[in-house]
């Protein structure tokens, strides 16, 4: 199951304006595909708002994969940002986020939402991704960074 599967290249955001963890949600939904006809964004920053009080889904060194289910999606779907200058996020570590890879997720789809999670986390492991993604010069070089990863493993 590849990343790409569900990660098209629109739903990347070179730089984030985003400066809070809800307005980070806000962005990032706004850019998944088809949210006005099959999925109500403001519905999906809401189900992740009320994930984030669960738990930070800041995972530490500068990541965060915010996620979430709802009804009346047809298919699963990711948007990535990257912020420069990092967002205070609340993640596990106590230090500001970069990277973001939100997924959202029908609300029957327990397996394939958990296996991209986790294939989302390997991917974010490596430390040589996480550098070149905050070095990244564009859009299309931070997608295709996702990509070649993504085809290794």
């Known amino acids: 199951m590849k990343i790409t599967m569900y990660l098209q290249p629109t739903a990347v955001i070179e730089e984030l304006k985003a400066t809070t963890k809800e307005a980070v949600l806000e962005e990032l939904a706004s850019v998944l595909p088809h949210t006005g006809r099959n999925g109500d964004w403001e519905k999906m920053v809401k189900v992740l708002m009320a994930r984030e009080k669960l738990g930070s889904t800041g995972i530490g060194d500068g990541i965060a994969i915010p ?30 986020v970069y990277l973001f890879f939100l997924l959202m997720a029908p609300e029957d ?22 550098k070149k993604l905050i070095g990244a010069k564009s859009t299309a070089e931070l997608y295709r960074v996702i990509a070649e990863k993504d085809e290794e493993s």
Not at 69 to 92: C, E, P, Q, T, W
Not at 109 to 130: C, F, N, T, W, Y
């Open 109 to 130: 789809s327990p397996g394939q939402h958990l296996k991209v999670l986790a294939r989302i986390s390997r991917l974010l492991k490596d430390e040589a991704v996480r």
């Open 67 to 96: 996620h979430g289910k709802i009804s009346g999606l047809d298919h699963l779907m990711i948007a990535f940002g990257r912020s420069k200058k990092g967002v205070d996020y609340n993640a596990m570590d106590g230090k500001p």
